[in-house]
């Protein structure tokens, strides 16, 4: 029933991850059911983690768009490009007007200048590392001309993040902004409801 009702997600880390339940030979895997659980099923005394070491080199391409919805759109079609992008957030006009009135933004104007009289209404942070920066370079330079020469979004622009320092500035922003939900002025209020969803981009 899991595997005829459960939707193509490709972000499974809470809700028991029961899409993962089963491995391919048909048996039951226990690490993701007792990791998707977040502890609400057992207690793990030991564990043996599979970790990877983090890349010594990272770049952030910073891209301006007219709409959040088109922002939306170009995230899937920029995570399958050849260039292989590790991470890809979107954020949309209201975060974005949040930090834009918050003293953060100092940090990081520079990394999202105004085009004109066009506001900007969404942003896409696409993150790539390597450990080589020549390889990491030539990784970013076919993604940036891939975004130069696509018109199926309208895209106002990129910059580039370069290094942990500067990309760690924009992440803050990000962090920022979405904490100053809480805080906005006026009647309507932001209520804490769901968060962390999920679902296929299409």
Not at 19 to 44: D, I, W
Not at 86 to 106: R, Y
Not at 171 to 176: E, G, L, Q, S, V
Request: aromatic fraction near 6%; include cysteine; glycine fraction near 6%.
């Amino acid at each position: 029933l899991i595997e005829a009702k459960f939707p193509p997600l490709n972000r499974c880390l809470t809700g028991y991850d029961l899409a993962h339940l089963r491995e391919a030979k048909g048996q039951l895997n226990l690490n993701s059911l007792l990791c998707g659980s977040e502890g609400s099923l057992g207690f793990l005394n030991e564990a043996v983690l599979n970790v990877l070491p983090i890349p010594k080199h990272a770049t952030l391409v910073n891209v301006r768009y007219t709409s959040f919805m088109d922002a939306l759109r170009d995230a899937k079609a920029l995570m399958t490009t050849s260039a292989r992008p590790t991470s890809i957030e979107t954020i949309d006009d209201t975060v974005l007007q949040l930090a834009m009135e918050d003293f953060v933004w100092d940090s990081v104007a520079a990394f999202f200048p105004a085009t004109g009289s066009t506001p900007i209404r969404g942003i896409n942070l696409i993150e790539f590392n390597d450990d080589d920066p020549e390889r990491l370079a030539e990784r970013v330079r076919a993604f940036t001309e891939h975004l130069s020469q696509d018109p199926t979004v309208e895209r106002l622009g990129y910059t580039l993040a370069e290094g942990r320092s500067q990309i760690q500035k924009v992440y803050a922003m990000r962090k920022r902004s979405v904490g100053l939900l809480g805080n906005v002025q006026g009647e309507k209020r932001p209520i804490a409801f769901v968060e962390d969803t999920a679902v296929p981009p299409e």
